[in-house]
């Protein structure tokens, strides 16, 4: 009972106080949050050590959802399995009103083809593979906290690549068919994807391309530069992994994620101009980080909160 006290309130509590004082500063269209919660390496920083990855898979998402800089949450885990009902309303139980999350769809309905067998999946964008495994239980469930919906479509091996065009036209058709009451995002993993076609086929329908942070695809500011990229009313930005960089070698490198290790000065640079960007725009910038960015995500958003923070009034 003495460490349920500790972790949930009382003598483990953390300072929040300078980081109160930025997200003050901070401007009101940029909400910044984390790909997952579950991270012991955090403790310290966002919970109070000693926090087990147990007690995080419990409560988790209710201890991050008090830290002052994270105005969104990233759900990843989504993206593996559907998420049933109970486990929605779970999570909406632990999130304060007005918290959105950035939530991934399962990837059943991204992924051309079965991972194992290479052979066609039938359920490759299809609508009602959505509609029942992915926006029921949202609506049902998690309606109040669901922002963007992002259609993560795994990397296509060079033979599996389909011609961009037929892609776009693809994506487009999908798209067309889902209520337009939500918030809907995509994100590539193949640049040759990234055409006008595709760019133009999403801002018809309101739809966020993410501009990812990623091994295989341009960086940020690249993307950035792109005619036609900003044109959904809503922008979401996912800093994942360093271009050229590999997922497995970075776990390795930055584990457990408790200090930055590579700082990426020019992502960041890329964040700002993109904040700004949005900011001339008028619309809101969802920006989800991920460890392997540079180290860990709590100190890679104070770093950016930082860089794009008001200046203090006198």
Known sequence: MRRQLELFGGDGELDFSADRALA???PEHVLFGTSSWTFPGWSGLVYPSGTSERE??????????KYPLFRTVGIDRSYYAP??????????GALPTGFRAVMKVWSAVTQAVDPKTREPNPRFLSVDTFHEHVLGPVADAFADHAGPLVFEFPPFRRGELPEPGRFAARVSEFLTQLPAERQYAVELRNREL??????????ERGV??????????????AQLD?????????????????????YDDRKRALAPFDRLVDPQEKMRADVARLAEACEKLGKV?????????????????????ERIARPRSE
């Open 56 to 65: 995080l898979v419990d409560r988790g998402l209710e201890l991050y959802a």
């Open 24 to 26: 003050e500063r901070l």
């Open 194 to 203: 990234m055409t006008h076609a595709y760019l133009d086929g999403l801002a």
């Open 208 to 221: 966020a391309h993410v501009l990812n942070f990623w091994e295989r695809m341009p960086d940020i500011g």
């Open 285 to 305: 910038l969802l920006v989800i980080v991920n460890n392997k960015a540079e180290g860990s995500s709590p100190l890679t958003v104070r770093a950016l909160a």
């Open 226 to 246: 792109a005619p036609g990229v900003l044109g959904a009313p809503f922008v979401v930005a996912r800093l994942l992994i360093p271009p050229g960089e590999r």
């Open 83 to 92: 998420l049933d009902r109970p486990t929605l309303a779970r999570y909406a």
